[in-house]
């Protein structure tokens, strides 16, 4: 065996081993309560200060390198290139992709009752989409500020989003990193790429940078910018980091990240009434203030001028790859929050249930489950 094929085989091993291990129960555990958290501090250490992103730019050179020594030795470097990439998953596993097999948010928030007929749940579903549509109202007329500089905008709202990640409980922890001091969320170097991609953020675990398309309408910035610090804090699955992300912008003090969660949330119920309730959606479309209106569908038409070959490409590794971790349903995991959001209403500590609360229906001011 020559030892080009040796280095194939080996890297080929320490990727399926990164895989493995992460169906190991003891391992996960290992890692989400002693690994995550000390490498988290390593790397907020390392990148949290620095200014832009230090990932993009390691990968780049990273990639510049293998390609030219490729060019210069060819096929005597295809083995050392294979193990490279083996050693790469490996590391992807051990830093990150383990966090996919923590335990679910679902089972660290309230159980919701037992099973409803169709049409309380349709009925709850339109009580909760108007609530939401009041609180964005509500928000709206806020001291709502999204003028300045990519920079000055950026910096208030990871101002804003750390005061909400400080106020929910610690018993909704992905991984006990509470006492981690992370760096802010950054303006991705390669924004023109992620648009085309239809790719609004995402977190580099190498470096444990959180990223957002810069290019995406200033709206979007507070909920994927809690969304992916979400996953700097250890909640992998994206359905849970939307929820997180929500939950940390409706703690939030400051007007505009408030702002983003209650645009965030409406959108979540406003998703599952158009599937369910055509009409009562347009009723309730038709109360929305013109600012609210005019975000969300200049958020909406941002993604559709932006769509091509491209995204759709992106959206097929985003499903392979969210499957390859234990994802089932892929990128239709994304959409999967209505549940969380359900729970998190119900659950003691958490701001959504007081919020929905006070924004009354009519003669009364109590949802369907409340007690």
Not at 45 to 72: D, N, Q, R
Not at 145 to 153: C, D, H, M, R
Not at 194 to 206: D, E, N, T
Not at 233 to 239: C, I, L, P, Q, Y
Request: proline share 4%; net charge positive.
């Amino acid at each position: 065996m020559t030892a080009q094929i040796r280095l194939v085989l080996a890297g080929i091993g320490l990727g399926v081993l990164g895989r493995l291990l992460g169906e190991v129960a003891v391992v996960v555990e290992w890692h989400r309560t002693f690994f995550f958290p000390r490498l988290a501090s390593l790397l907020q250490a390392i990148s949290g200060t620095a200014v832009t992103t230090m990932g993009e730019a390691g990968a780049m050179l990273v990639i510049l390198a293998a390609l030219g020594v490729f060019a210069a030795r060819r096929s005597r470097t295809l083995g050392g290139l294979a193990f490279a990439l083996g050693f790469i998953v490996f590391c992807f596993y051990a830093s990150w992709g383990f966090a996919y097999g923590y335990p679910s948010l679902s089972g660290r928030l309230a159980a919701l009752p037992g099973k409803q007929d169709e049409a309380a749940i349709r009925a709850r579903l339109v009580d909760l989409t108007e609530r939401s549509a009041r609180l964005a109202a509500r928000a709206s007329a806020g001291a709502v500020s999204l003028e300045g500089t990519n920079a000055e905008v950026l910096a208030r709202i990871n101002a804003g989003t750390n005061a909400g990640f400080e106020r929910w409980p610690a018993s909704i922890e992905a991984s006990p990193v509470r006492g981690v001091q992370f760096g802010a969320a950054k303006a991705s170097r390669v924004s023109f790429a992620l648009s085309r991609l239809q790719i609004s953020g995402y977190y580099f675990p190498w470096t444990g940078e959180a990223q957002i398309d810069a290019e995406m309408p200033r709206t979007l910035w507070p909920r994927v910018t809690a969304h992916e610090k979400a996953h700097q804090r250890g909640f992998a699955r994206e359905n849970e980091a939307t929820v997180i992300g929500v939950i940390t912008c409706l703690s939030s003090p400051d007007p505009t990240v408030f702002y983003g969660g209650a645009l965030g949330l409406f959108v979540g119920f406003d998703r599952e009434l158009a599937r369910v309730d055509p009409e009562a959606r347009r009723r309730i479309w038709a109360g929305l203030p013109r600012r609210v209106t005019d975000d969300l569908r200049n958020e909406a038409a941002f993604w559709k001028v932006h769509q091509g070959v491209a995204g759709v490409v992106s959206e097929k590794v985003n499903d392979t790859y969210l499957k390859a971790q234990g994802v089932k349903s892929g990128v239709l995991s994304y959409g999967e929050t209505t549940r969380l959001i359900l729970q998190a209403i119900e659950t003691p500590g958490i701001d959504l249930g007081p919020l929905l609360r006070a924004e009354g229906a009519g003669p009364s001011d109590r949802l369907p489950e409340d007690r």
